[in-house]
């Protein structure tokens, strides 16, 4: 099993209802009107089960989900939270420890829809393949939420926007160890995946766009873009200082406005 990435369930609480309010209700809505109840639905890398708590409600019950996740810690956390379906009755929730590379055909076998959320772009090419394989095998319809295209907008424009956001891309698409991941790339390679497999595929707009009222998630995001950028491009280290210390002030003066770009993704079967 490669090492497993910490993600903090701190910062999948604060991103939670950002999230929420851009994933793709229309994509969402689609996926639901394909199903025929009773439920069964893997979530894939689902942390501390945000997705469950967003799309339960939107789908017919009753419900049940496999969160899927190679951190413990995190779906314990899932593990002690509830979800509701769309008439409120309670979800049934089961969690299962792995590492997504190693997913199997027969491990998704009776799935009613395959879910992910904020999750493609930190795979690499050979894990993102196994879960294509896997979903091709169970023939279920496939809900991919909140994959990033690697472009921001922030309002107002500052000459590092466009410096800094290269570099951060570059890091996403870093090599580590024996991993390689796709970051921006992600979510049109698996588009191709589908398509040439003769899936159809719809890709819906799913950006966070994040004002004063996101005020600590802005600055959170910015801190960890810097962070990335800085990683990998140590000499952009002075100027990502000056550039934080600017766009502190704006936020505390509630004057900055932060687009980061996301799509998402449905596929199903012919
Ligand atoms: C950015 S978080 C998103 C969590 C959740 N889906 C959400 O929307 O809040 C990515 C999740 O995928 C999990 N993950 C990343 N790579 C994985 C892998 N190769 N195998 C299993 N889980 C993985 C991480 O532990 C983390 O919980």
Not at 12 to 29: F, G, K, N, V, W
Request: charged share 25%.
């Amino acid at each position: 099993m490669s090492t497993v990435i910490p993600v903090s369930a701190d910062w999948l609480t604060l991103r939670e209802s950002a999230d929420a309010d851009s994933r793709s209700r229309l994509l969402a809505l689609r996926a639901g009107r394909m199903l025929r109840p009773p439920l069964v639905v893997h979530d894939l890398g689902s942390g501390t089960g945000s997705m469950v708590r967003w799309c339960a409600p939107l789908l017919p019950g009753p419900q049940t989900w496999v969160l899927h996740d190679w951190n413990e810690a995190l779906l314990d956390h899932a593990a002690r939270a509830s979800a509701r379906d769309r008439d409120g009755a309670t979800v049934t929730m089961r969690t299962r420890i792995g590492e997504l590379g190693d997913l199997r055909e027969n491990d998704l076998v009776g799935a009613s829809l395959v879910t992910a959320s904020a999750l493609l772009d930190v795979l690499t090419a050979g894990e993102v393949g196994a879960i294509v394989a896997a979903c091709l095998a169970a023939a279920a319809p496939v809900l991919l939420a909140l994959s990033v295209t690697g472009r921001v907008t922030i309002d107002p424009v500052d000459a590092g926007d466009r410096v800094f956001e290269a570099a951060f891309n570059d890091h996403q698409r870093r090599t580590g160890g024996d991993r390689t991941l796709l970051g921006p790339d992600a979510a049109p390679a698996v588009a191709e995946l589908f398509r040439s497999a003769g899936w159809s595929v719809r890709v819906d707009e799913s950006s966070w766009r994040l004002d004063a009222r996101s005020r600590a998630l802005i600055e959170e995001w910015i801190d960890g873009w810097l962070g990335a950028g800085v990683a990998q491009r140590p000499a952009l280290g002075e100027w990502a200082t000056e550039y934080a210390r600017a766009r502190s002030a704006q936020i505390a003066a509630d004057g900055l406005r932060v687009v980061v770009h996301h799509v998402d993704l449905l596929a199903w079967p012919p």
